[in-house]
């Protein structure tokens, strides 16, 4: 099957590229930069705001990831929309038989930040062009270079006592790096009719604040916790900028999402693609891990 992947250099992309070719797939790498990519499958220059370019890429295709998002762009809801758009036409043009997004997990009945709206818009959008659209919501995903990973790793490396805002008291599903390349791999052979969306995450359930104590216990630090309840989101994300690698308009996005909770309300996708899923400490280990090799 000749797949493209929209995003290949990213942090997910980077990790999905070589799994589909170990699975036996031809894999289209389509990034911006071409000739800086040094990953798996055959790079092709485009971007999703180019329509020519995407005609280009995507010919040929059965199936395309779509691994693409600005969040540290102001615009990031307008851009990722007209890039979603675009992309939706060319991939109809081309006869794909299906597009896989990676979204943004959340209830829809709930108040969802910018950033978790945009990514439903996404999944809406990118099937306006005839061709349907399997979408896997994560939450957190815990791997080396991720950002909301960093952001709570570099938290706990960096301040041994840190004011928090009401926001590490939201539950949320954190999910393997590994774990969601499995079930992007997976649904490949998951037969669906039309459109559908599938909420996937690791085993617990856990406050962001509870996340940051299991990473500080595993690295042997100390970690005291002083509740600021009146801590704007934008005084948050300057404290993030400051502390973190995290950019000051990322972090305002993130924080923005951090008020919603973000868990598994649907699990059928453990049925189809049937495997049991790394727990959040194994998951660490492992991101730990990766980062030391790096």
């Given amino acids: 099957m000749r797949i493209v992947v929209a995003g290949s250099s990213g942090f997910v992309g980077r990790r999905l590229c070589p799994a589909l070719v170990e699975?036996?797939?031809?894999?289209?790498?389509?990034?911006?930069?071409?000739?800086?990519?040094?990953?798996?499958?055959?790079a092709v220059g485009a971007d999703v705001h180019d329509a020519a370019s995407l005609e280009a890429a995507l010919a040929?295709?059965?199936?395309?990831?779509?691994?693409?998002?600005?969040?540290?762009?102001?615009?990031?809801?307008?851009?990722?929309?007209?890039?979603?758009?675009?992309?939706?036409?060319?991939?109809?043009?081309?006869?794909l038989r299906r597009i896989i997004?990676?979204?943004?997990?959340?209830?829809?009945?709930?108040?969802?930040?910018?950033?978790?709206?945009?990514?439903?818009?996404?999944?809406?959008l990118l099937g306006t062009g005839g061709v349907p659209v399997t979408t896997l919501r994560a939450g957190i995903i815990v791997g080396h270079g991720g950002i909301s990973w960093e952001m709570t790793?570099?938290?706990?490396?960096?301040l041994p006592a840190m004011i928090t805002p009401r926001w590490v008291r939201t539950r949320t599903?954190?999910?393997?790096l590994a774990d969601v390349i499995r079930y992007l791999v997976g649904v490949l052979a998951v037969p669906v009719?039309?459109?559908?969306?599938?909420?996937?995450?690791?085993?617990?359930?856990?406050?962001?604040?509870?996340?940051?104590?299991?990473?500080?216990?595993?690295?042997?630090?100390?970690?005291?916790v002083v509740p600021v309840p009146l801590l704007t989101p934008s005084l948050s994300s300057r404290w993030l900028s400051l502390v973190t690698s995290v950019d000051v308009q990322t972090g305002r996005n993130l924080v923005d999402s951090m008020s919603n909770e973000v868990?598994?309300?649907?699990?059928?996708?453990?049925?189809?693609?049937?495997?049991?899923?790394?727990?959040?400490v194994e998951s660490v280990l492992r991101a730990l891990g990766?980062?030391?090799r790096a």
């Fill in 23 to 42: 699975a036996g797939h031809d894999v289209v790498a389509m990034t911006r930069r071409p000739e800086r990519y040094d990953g798996a499958g055959r």
């Fill in 60 to 95: 040929g295709a059965d199936v395309a990831y779509y691994l693409v998002h600005s969040l540290d762009d102001p615009q990031f809801r307008r851009k990722d929309a007209e890039g979603a758009t675009t992309f939706a036409r060319a991939a109809g043009n081309q006869g």
């Fill in 101 to 124: 997004y990676l979204g943004g997990l959340g209830d829809d009945a709930d108040n969802l930040s910018s950033h978790l709206r945009s990514r439903r818009e996404v999944e809406h």
């Fill in 153 to 158: 790793r570099q938290l706990v490396e960096h």
């Fill in 173 to 176: 599903q954190p999910v393997a």
């Fill in 193 to 224: 009719e039309g459109s559908v969306a599938f909420d996937i995450g690791g085993p617990d359930v856990l406050a962001y604040i509870d996340m940051m104590r299991v990473v500080a216990r595993i690295e042997g630090r100390t970690m005291i």
């Fill in 263 to 280: 868990v598994v309300r649907d699990d059928s996708i453990r049925r189809l693609v049937p495997f049991e899923p790394m727990d959040y």
């Fill in 290 to 292: 990766e980062r030391a």
